[in-house]
């Protein structure tokens, strides 16, 4: 099939009600995971290829498609971008305060090491 005519897989996302705690916990482990995160709590939406990781592209693919299934992120395509938003509402919704809390302790955790 020629390029042009190649479709990407649609993208997956639960609805905010079946969003699960354990997957939501472990899309949050990793700390490439929470950079992701960390960034869309600051800018509300970006295109993927422009977060601060320093993962390859694949590997990067990999994050968003693990956070994205877990329900903590929406993806959604424009032309040839694929463009990521955080699920703050959905999340809120679903587990009160969680996301503020891991964050708020992943910064923590962080900023004691740096000391």
């Known amino acids: 099939m020629p390029r042009s005519q190649h479709r990407r897989p649609a993208l997956v996302h639960p609805y905010a009600g079946e969003l699960d705690l354990l997957d939501v916990l472990h899309a949050l482990s990793d700390p490439t995971r929470m950079t992701i995160v960390q960034t869309l709590i600051v800018d509300s939406e970006r295109a993927c ?3 601060p990781v320093d993962v390859a592209p694949s590997t990067l693919t990999h994050h968003f498609r693990v956070l994205r299934e877990a329900g903590v992120i929406r993806q959604r395509e424009d032309g ?15 587990f009160p305060g969680l996301l503020g809390a891991i964050v708020t302790a992943h910064n923590r955790q962080a900023n004691s090491a740096n000391v």
């Open 49 to 51: 290829g422009t977060f």
């Open 80 to 94: 040839n971008r694929r463009w990521t938003a955080l699920r703050l509402e959905d999340l809120d919704a679903r």
